[in-house]
């Protein structure tokens, strides 16, 4: 595992941030093109937010991985965050303005559509934490900026909620991505050191390992 | 005794595959001309049938996964050859019958419908096929039948959304007796001119084009006229969502979205929504519900 976070520190997080963007240039031009099938926007929509679900998840296993397994991806968290909500905007987007075209649908879908309803929260829940993902505001905010981007947590329950309640039938997917998500929130809890509220703040360390 | 029902579109209407791009060239050339001597005028706006790509590929069939391409990349494997069909209840011609024993000599037409999913999409299909009720007069419908049920195969070897699950299969769905009797009503058995493939509801599937598109069942193995109103599917599935009608009704909204306006399929990336027709566009089934609270038996 040595060897792996060896050489996963000669990555550079950037990649994150151009592929991702590549990716997602790439599918619209597709969907310009015609080569996203008979119901582009819906392929398109879909691909946005499916892969944003995925790094989200992403980047809550990475405290678990670098606790349990000893794989450190901490140096990629912030960019796996960013890109995240960058995914989530550009579902937004693409349901906003291809999929039901008008403000007043969006508004009347936000307000009637508890699967739309869920969505815009968790989207609402990560506008802060994405305007507070460089580093000035880490400096700034101090310890409440940990505080802050635990937001992430009730986010990531709100999307795989948005995600099972829009499916039709009975559907394995979304139920294990919330599993997985309720699974990963759950190793947090066995983490917070028992310390009694009048001790020493525990060390620097440990601290660390709460994200 | 078909052609009951008079088509807007004629038989020069439908496409043959191939000429689909050119004819949408004449067509934009005579819209420029004024449409004056349009040898068929279309009711509100004249349909274009959507691309034997589009038809094939785009599908819902549960039975072979929820994906929207799963039924065209599984649907394949499912032998239609020597399909029977179960036909029982309060009929005159009780029995397990071969498919082209069944059907055989009954007339067949094109018929160029409106498709809208409850999904809010739409599409325009040539289908090829005959009227359910030439079907029900062969079998002798009895008195006292008021219902027709329908019934998928269930073939799980070749049926991964089977074998998961997703639904309580056989899928069932049902029709009121005068529903079924409409000349509106047709059993399909060709797109374009050609059987219909396995993923659009090989050998025959039912078309109800005013009616969302999980009333149009496919792949019928056995049709029984009953007494009382048939389950159906997704009304056992979620009773709040679907109803036993499910007529297409823009004021009348699914719980988790707006029916008013659908997506028409093959519009591509930019393609404006269009407002959804009551009936989807078929008026003339309305006095099959009349003093009936639509907003109740949706």
């Known amino acids: 595992m040595d060897r792996v976070n060896a050489a996963l520190r000669r990555v550079p997080p950037g990649l994150i941030y151009m592929g991702a963007t590549l990716w997602a240039g790439w599918m619209f031009w597709r969907g310009v093109a015609g080569r996203l099938g008979p119901e582009p926007v819906e392929v398109l929509e879909h691909a946005y937010g499916d892969l944003a679900l995925k790094l989200l998840v992403l980047g809550l296993a990475v405290t678990p991985l670098r606790r349990f397994v000893g794989l450190n991806l901490m140096t990629f968290r912030r960019a796996i965050g960013v890109t995240t909500f960058f995914l989530v905007l550009a579902h937004l987007a693409v349901w906003a303005v291809l999929d039901v075209q008008s403000l007043d649908r969006v508004w009347a879908d936000i307000v009637k559509r508890p699967y739309v309803t869920v969505g815009m929260a968790a989207f609402v829940l990560l506008l802060p934490l ?34 099972l309640w829009l499916v039709k039938g009975f559907q394995l997917e979304p139920i294990l991505w919330l599993v997985a998500i309720l ?10 050191p028992r310390v009694a509220a009048d001790s020493p703040a525990p060390a620097k360390d440990s601290i660390q390992s709460w994200g | 005794m078909a052609r009951r029902w008079t088509n ?31 040898p068929a005028a279309g009711r509100a706006q004249p349909l274009e049938p959507n691309s034997w790509d589009d038809i094939t590929s785009y599908n819902n069939f549960y039975e ?70 030439d079907l029900l007069d062969r079998v002798g419908v009895q008195e006292g039948a008021r219902y027709v049920a ?61 009616k969302y598109g999980f009333k149009s069942i496919k ?7 009953v007494e009382d109103q048939p389950p159906t599917s997704w009304n056992k599935a979620n009773a709040r969502e679907y109803g036993f009608y499910s007529n297409v009704n823009p004021n009348v909204d699914h719980p988790r979205w707006s029916q008013a306006t659908e997506r028409r399929i093959g519009g591509g990336l930019f393609a404006q929504r269009q407002e959804t027709l009551m009936f989807n566009g078929y008026p003339e089934v309305a006095g099959l519900y009349e003093g009936m609270d639509l907003t109740e038996f949706f």
């Not at chain 2, 070749?158 to 005068?178: C, I, S």
């Not at chain 2, 001119?193 to 109800?208: F, S, T, W």
């Not at chain 2, 792949?219 to 006229?225: C, G, K, P, Q, Y």
């Open chain 2, 8 to 38: 807007d579109l004629t038989h020069d209407d439908v496409t043959p595959e191939g000429l689909w791009l050119n004819r949408r060239h004449i067509l934009a050339g005579l819209g420029a001309a004024g449409l004056a001597g349009l």
């Open chain 2, 64 to 133: 072979f996964g929820t994906g929207k391409d799963d039924p065209v990349r599984n649907a394949g494997a499912m032998d239609t050859s020597g399909w029977q069909v179960t036909v029982d209840g309060l009929v005159d011609n009780p029995g397990t019958y071969d498919l082209a024993e069944l059907i055989g000599g009954l007339e067949t037409e094109e018929r160029l419908y409106r498709f809208r999913c409850v999904e809010a999409w739409s599409m325009v299909v040539p289908w090829n096929g005959f009227e359910l009720a």
């Open chain 2, 219 to 225: 792949s019928i193995v056995r049709i029984s006229l």
């Open chain 2, 150 to 210: 329908f019934e998928t195969a269930v073939i799980p070897e070749v049926m991964p959304g089977v074998r998961r699950g997703v639904l309580d299969f056989p899928y069932v769905e049902g029709l009121r007796l005068d529903e079924a009797m409409h000349p509106l009503t047709i059993m399909a058995t060709g797109i374009y001119g050609r059987d219909i493939p396995n993923q659009n509801g090989a050998p025959m599937r039912l078309v109800v084009p005013w």
């Open chain 1, 183 to 192: 699974a990963l929130l759950a190793t947090r809890l066995r983490m917070k």
């Open chain 1, 130 to 163: 994405a305007l507070t993902s460089n580093s000035w505001s880490v400096r700034r905010l101090g310890p409440a900026w940990r505080q802050l981007h635990k937001l992430v947590y009730p986010a990531a329950i709100l999307a795989a909620l948005h995600f």
